[in-house]
């Protein structure tokens, strides 16, 4: 399973917010990593910033170079407003919806349960992170004890986030339904996704 193995808290204190989840260093030291963290970094050029918004995004939900250009490149096939489109299929991946159904305490959590098996749609084991979802799948955990005590877990140390408004979930039956595409304005992006556009189309 393809993932970032480096180190965390750096990438979080680079970009100034929690790319891997809630973390206590941001607190202590809100400032870039480096022996010149503290002190005033020289001026991005286009291109530079267009590179940071990218690697935002792409840390944020935990893709690797290769799988963030193809998720550019099936967005920019799509009619309509690439930056859009780009962000709708990062949300709809299948550990992202997971993650917001509290299934997952972070996307890397949520990412393991799916291929380790853990999670269905429509009813079969679908084990790809990547899968994209449509309006009206059903995402549930598998019914199993040690797949439903995973989920239990994460969802007590999950309460204190809302599920997404495009989303609905029944604790009870440990699933949740697509029940729309979400817009940008929901989605609430951590990074300028038309710098991202203009960054990959140069």
């Known amino acids: 399973m393809a993932r970032y193995k480096g180190p965390r808290v750096r990438i979080s204190r680079r970009f100034g917010i929690p790319m891997f989840g809630p973390t206590k260093y941001l607190e202590r030291r809100n400032y870039p990593p480096g022996v010149h963290g503290p002190k005033s970094r020289r001026k991005l050029t286009d291109y530079g910033l267009g590179l940071v918004e990218k690697q935002k995004l792409r840390y ?6 290769r799988q963030f250009r193809g998720v550019y490149e099936k967005a920019l096939r799509r009619r309509g407003v ?3 489109h780009m962000l709708q299929i990062l949300e709809t991946r299948l550990d992202n919806v997971v993650h917001h159904l509290g299934f997952g305490t972070t996307r ?3 990412r393991q349960m799916v291929a380790h098996g853990h999670i269905t749609v429509n009813g079969r ?3 790809i992170p990547s899968y994209a ?9 598998k019914d199993t004890t040690v797949s439903r005590q995973m989920a239990t877990r994460a969802m007590e140390l999950s309460t204190s986030r809302a599920v997404p408004d495009w989303l609905a979930l029944n604790k009870d039956e440990f699933k ?3 029940m729309r595409i979400p817009t940008r304005e929901e989605i609430n992006p951590v990074a300028n996704e038309q710098a991202v556009v203009e960054f990959y189309s140069r």
Do not use: I
């Open 176 to 178: 949740g339904v697509v």
């Open 60 to 65: 944020y939900y935990g893709l690797l170079e």
């Open 125 to 127: 084991k679908v084990s």
């Open 82 to 84: 690439t930056g859009e």
């Open 108 to 110: 890397a959590a949520a």
């Open 133 to 141: 979802l449509k309006v009206n799948d059903v995402v549930a955990v």
